[in-house]
């Protein structure tokens, strides 16, 4: 059974930081993209990050835009965990966040080629 389990969201200051831990089982973690996706009240789920897998890439990441610079992702095959270290929060940031799976083992921000996906932890970024 495959699943995906996000932790490590909260309430933060402005400025400050999180580090959210995706822990996965029941498919082939290093053949698999991961990526972190996020959903803020009334707003379509975007792509923020993304790591590759064996089956696509070379483990090189993906970020958009308006976190390009601030977050970080990285893949432990040992553990079979992603985590997106958050720097320099905003209150934009506030968000839903999910993380998701992908077989093509490329980074992509593409909501349908990823068959797994996780339950979402709560990020508020707020003073």
């Known amino acids: 059974q495959v699943q995906l389990v996000e932790s490590g969201g909260g309430l933060v200051q402005p400025g400050g930081s999180l580090r959210l831990s995706c822990a996965t089982s029941g498919f082939i973690f290093d053949f698999y993209a991961v990526g972190w996706f996020r959903q803020a009240p009334g707003r379509e789920r975007e792509g923020v990050a993304c790591i590759s897998g064996t089956s696509g890439g070379d483990g090189s990441a993906w970020y958009a835009g308006p976190v390009r610079g601030r977050f970080t992702i990285t893949k432990d095959n040992t553990n079979d965990t992603v985590i997106l270290q958050m720097n320099s929060l905003k209150p934009e940031d506030t968000a839903v966040y999910y993380c998701?799976?992908?077989?093509?083992?490329?980074?992509?921000?593409?909501?349908?080629?990823?068959?797994?996906w996780g339950q979402g932890t709560q990020v508020t970024v707020s003073s």
């Open positions: 998701a799976a992908n077989p093509y083992g490329r980074t992509t921000a593409h909501r349908s080629d990823y068959d797994y």
